[in-house]
Antibody, heavy 116, light 106 residues
Framework: QVQLKETGPGLVQPTQTLSITCTVSGFSLTSYYMQWVRQTPGKGLEWMGFIRSGGSTEYNSEFKSRLSISRDTSKNQVFLKMNSLKTEDTGVYYC??????????WGQGVMVTVSS | DIQMTQSPASLSASLGETISIECRASEDIYSNLAWYQQKSGKSPQLLIYAANRLQDGVPSRFSGSGSGTQYSLKISGMQPEDEGDYFCLQGSKLWTFGGGTKLELK
């Protein structure tokens, strides 16, 4: 069955870089786009960016300058890296499988706190 | 960017009551609208896609309708397990979420 699971640090210091891994099973990353979404107290759910089945990426302009999404298809993993973290980046980060105009499966999410 | 305005922000319903949640888009999104339920501490679960298509396994008391810029989610007969937060998502031009509706059992 389709499963997605995010892993990452619970705590990141301001100005540092966040790295999260999404490990998927039950489908191939070469057949589906993969999305990153976050949920923060200040802004709710926000679309962050995605990686296409062919490997190209696109980002929300809100994050474009500091966000990078990549993948390792051999390990069924998608990666999110975001630099220059601020306290307002505190929230839950999700990966999700893209079905075009909507996302069908989501990971459990990983809580990230930005604090010194 | 397309903006999604969701209403109401919160709602309290009695057991068996029928409720509706609305999402209004800032421009035509051509039925590229999905609805999600999120329970406390969990990830969003897909209920409806393409404005009115019920996701497999979702109870038939959930239904979606709308077109153009106006969309709604209806729950026909509130159940205790329906408590939670509900979000819309437009996928016409990139993706934007609505602000959410907190639904509680009265």
């Amino acid at each position: 069955q389709v499963q997605l699971k995010e892993t990452g640090p619970g705590l990141v210091q301001p100005t540092q870089t966040l790295s999260i891994t999404c490990t998927v099973s039950g489908f191939s990353l070469t057949s589906y786009y993969m999305q990153w979404v976050r949920q923060t107290p200040g802004k709710g759910l926000e679309w962050m960016g995605f990686i296409r089945s062919g490997g190209s990426t696109e980002y929300n302009s809100e994050f474009k300058s500091r966000l990078s999404i990549s993948r390792d298809t051999s390990k069924n993993q998608v990666f999110l890296k975001m630099n220059s973290l601020k306290t307002e980046d505190t929230g839950v980060y999700y990966c999700a499988r893209d079905m075009g105009a909507y996302f069908d499966y989501w990971g459990q999410g990983v809580m990230v706190t930005v604090s010194s | 960017d397309i903006q999604m305005t969701q209403s109401p922000a919160s709602l309290s319903a009695s057991l068996g009551e029928t409720i509706s949640i609305e999402c209004r888009a800032s421009e035509d999104i051509y039925s590229n609208l999905a609805w999600y339920q999120q329970k406390s501490g969990k990830s969003p679960q897909l209920l409806i896609y393409a404005a009115n298509r019920l996701q497999d396994g979702v109870p038939s008391r959930f239904s979606g309708s709308g077109s153009g810029t106006q969309y709604s989610l209806k729950i026909s007969g509130m159940q205790p397990e329906d408590e939670g937060d509900y979000f819309c998502l437009q996928g016409s031009k990139l993706w934007t979420f609505g602000g959410g509706t907190k639904l509680e059992l009265k």
